[in-house]
């Protein structure tokens, strides 16, 4: 699976923005997703989780401004974020994994500042 991540942008706080991941060479629908996000120093943390049964799952800073959402027939899982705050500032990364294998996007750079 080949994962493509893309929406990134600078943004002021209190904006929105829409990240995309568009997979190719598999499809996604038995594959749990996610986002994940990393800032310089520090380890990669989960955002959201969209597994393959449709259930979801947020970090508590994001679950009331964060909205995660997969699209099987288009193969692409969407994150919605709302009310961003300086601190979403970081790079977020597409996931893809199933039975111990695993695939991660390129990364998209949002930065939160006025």
């Known amino acids: 699976v080949q994962l493509q991540a893309s929406g990134g942008g600078l943004v002021q706080p209190g904006g929105s923005l829409r990240l995309s991941c568009a997979a190719s060479?598999?499809?996604?629908?038995?594959?749990?997703m996610g986002w994940y996000r990393q800032v310089p120093g520090k380890q990669r943390e989960m955002v959201a989780i969209?597994?393959?049964?449709?259930?979801?799952k947020y970090d508590y800073s994001v679950e009331d401004r964060f909205t995660i959402a997969r699209d099987n027939r288009k193969n692409t899982v969407t994150l919605q974020m709302n009310g961003l705050k300086p601190e979403d500032t970081a790079v977020y990364y597409c996931?893809?994994?199933?039975?111990?294998?695993?695939?991660w996007g390129q990364g998209t750079l949002v930065t939160v500042s006025s």
């Open positions: 996931r893809a994994w199933r039975y111990g294998l695993e695939n």
């Open positions: 060479g598999s499809n996604l629908s038995n594959k749990h």
């Open positions: 969209a597994e393959s049964s449709g259930h979801t």
